[in-house]
T-cell receptor, first 114, second 116 residues
Framework: AQSVAQPEDQVNVAEGNPLTVKCTYS??????LFWYVQYPNRGLQFLLK??????LVKGSYGFEAEFNKSQTSFHLKKPSALVSDSALYFC????????????FGKGTRLSVIA | DAGVIQSPRHEVTEMGQEVTLRCKPI?????LFWYRQTMMRGLELLIY????????DSGMPEDRFSAKMPNASFSTLKIQPSEPRDSAVYFC??????????????FGEGSRLTVL
């Protein structure tokens, strides 16, 4: 079975500081990993994905994520946070060996304070 | 493309009433998903379709919930009778496939349901 854990319900960071939103996963085979962002009263929007290749994936709005197979993690990062980055962030996983829908984490609310 | 279109955006109803939520997926997408989002449970997959056929409805909470996809461009999620605990935001999403490299989901803006 596939699962995703986002250990932090809330992350607070000052504007201009680096941010990290944590995600760990569990799959039986190899993972496809995704990050989505949800702004207030909006649907989820795709940020980035890891399929294969380089462990550092770059996505929209200056975000990046690092795939770490040994730690089964896929943390989302940004070097310098903006107030406009404040939103709800979801990590999701799918096993490459199966034809199944994405499994989402519970989400982490990021607040960037000016 | 206009993206995934959901209606209504907001629905307020009284307990016991029937609620119908509607979704138009992105043209050409073979997969359609219905999710429910609440503070307590996060994002839950209710049901998904492939080429208009329901594949997995194990996430549907109970018999009061039903979903249909009569054609490739339209799906409904119905709750009858509705209860206050059904209050949530319901999202529809579509995807061209479940393959990892192309299997990202495209979400609608959601339907916020309040059952009084």
């Amino acid at each position: 079975a596939q699962s995703v854990a986002q250990p932090e319900d809330q992350v607070n960071v000052a504007e201009g500081n680096p941010l990290t939103v944590k995600c760990t996963y569990s799959v039986s085979g190899n993972p496809y990993l995704f990050w989505y962002v949800q702004y207030p009263n909006r649907g989820l929007q795709f940020l980035l994905k890891y399929i294969t290749g380089d462990n550092l994936v770059k996505g929209s709005y200056g975000f990046e994520a690092e795939f770490n197979k040994s730690q089964t993690s896929f943390h989302l990062k940004k070097p310098s946070a903006l107030v406009s980055d404040s939103a709800l962030y979801f990590c999701a996983v799918r096993d490459t060996g199966g034809n199944t829908p994405l499994v989402f984490g519970k989400g982490t609310r990021l607040s960037v304070i000016a | 493309d206009a993206g995934v279109i959901q209606s209504p955006r907001h629905e307020v109803t009284e307990m016991g009433q029937e609620v119908t939520l509607r979704c138009k997926p992105i043209s050409g997408h073979d997969y359609l998903f219905w999710y429910r989002q609440t503070m307590m449970r996060g994002l839950e997959l209710l049901i998904y379709f492939n080429n208009n056929v329901p594949i997995d409805d194990s996430g549907m909470p109970e018999d009061r919930f039903s979903a249909k996809m009569p054609n490739a461009s339209f799906s409904t999620l119905k709750i009858q009778p509705s209860e206050p605990r059904d209050s949530a935001v319901y999202f529809c999403a579509s995807s061209p496939s479940l393959a990892g490299d192309t299997g990202e989901l495209f979400f609608g803006e959601g339907s916020r349901l309040t059952v009084l």
